[in-house]
């Protein structure tokens, strides 16, 4: 349930609610007063989706939630708050000592620094077995590769507080469609 309190302290906290993590599934949030409307809840709500007794139903609370989600942007930008790069690296010495091509050489064609950009895809998944599981999981590619990134959650948590609303972003429908079809199959698999 990990990716369901992530998306949902991270969708409360965007829309201005004070929300506090306990790290095993639960949530505390006080709600502004319009929040508070959208989810037919008081100003203070507690969530707690742990497998344990009185646990909150995640279908129902993927349903209230998604109710604060703008109907008309299914795609949201953003953008790192400040631009501070990485250290240096002096490629040619890492090449030389921890590269070796047997028979073989190698030139280092060209090294410098470069922005890339993300795409994060969020999918709601449903298990049915004895008991009905709901869950999200998250895909994130680097489009600049188009290679997927091992720990997504992880990637974005390293991320999530630098991270501030893109007001000049443009949704790049190509690349989406094409990224889409990429992350669909590898969720699938």
């Given at each position: 349930m990990?990716g369901?309190?992530?998306?949902?302290?991270d969708?409360?906290?965007?829309?201005?609610?004070?929300?506090?993590?306990?790290?095993?599934?639960?949530?505390?949030?006080?709600?502004?007063?319009?929040?508070?409307g959208a989810?037919?809840s008081?100003?203070?709500?507690?969530?707690?989706?742990?497998?344990d007794a009185?646990?909150?139903?995640?279908a129902?609370?993927l349903?209230?939630?998604?109710?604060?989600l703008?109907?008309?942007?299914?795609?949201?930008?953003?953008?790192?708050?400040?631009?501070?790069s990485?250290?240096?690296?002096?490629?040619?010495?890492?090449?030389?000592?921890?590269?070796?091509?047997?028979?073989?050489?190698y030139r280092?064609?060209?090294?410098?620094?470069?922005?890339?950009?993300?795409?994060?895809f969020?999918?709601?998944y449903?298990v049915?077995s004895?008991?009905?599981?709901?869950?999200?999981?998250?895909?994130?590619?680097?489009?600049?590769?188009?290679?997927?990134?091992?720990?997504p959650?992880?990637f974005?948590?390293?991320?999530r507080?630098?991270?501030?609303?893109?007001?000049?972003?443009?949704?790049p429908a190509?690349?989406?469609?094409r990224?889409?079809?990429?992350?669909?199959?590898?969720?699938?698999?």
């Amino acid at each position: 349930m990990t990716g369901l309190v992530d998306w949902a302290r991270d969708l409360l906290v965007s829309r201005g609610a004070l929300v506090e993590d306990d790290g095993e599934g639960a949530l505390r949030a006080l709600l502004p007063a319009e929040v508070a409307g959208a989810l037919a809840s008081s100003d203070w709500l507690s969530l707690n989706f742990m497998s344990d007794a009185g646990a909150d139903d995640p279908a129902e609370w993927l349903e209230r939630l998604g109710a604060l989600l703008p109907a008309d942007r299914p795609v949201a930008g953003a953008r790192l708050r400040s631009f501070a790069s990485a250290l240096p690296v002096d490629a040619a010495a890492v090449l030389a000592h921890e590269f070796v091509v047997q028979n073989g050489v190698y030139r280092l064609a060209d090294e410098g620094p470069a922005y890339a950009s993300y795409f994060f895809f969020t999918f709601q998944y449903t298990v049915e077995s004895d008991d009905r599981s709901i869950g999200i999981v998250t895909v994130c590619l680097n489009s600049s590769v188009g290679s997927l990134v091992p720990q997504p959650e992880t990637f974005l948590r390293a991320v999530r507080d630098s991270l501030e609303d893109d007001p000049e972003f443009r949704s790049p429908a190509g690349e989406l469609r094409r990224f889409y079809s990429l992350a669909l199959r590898s969720v699938q698999a």
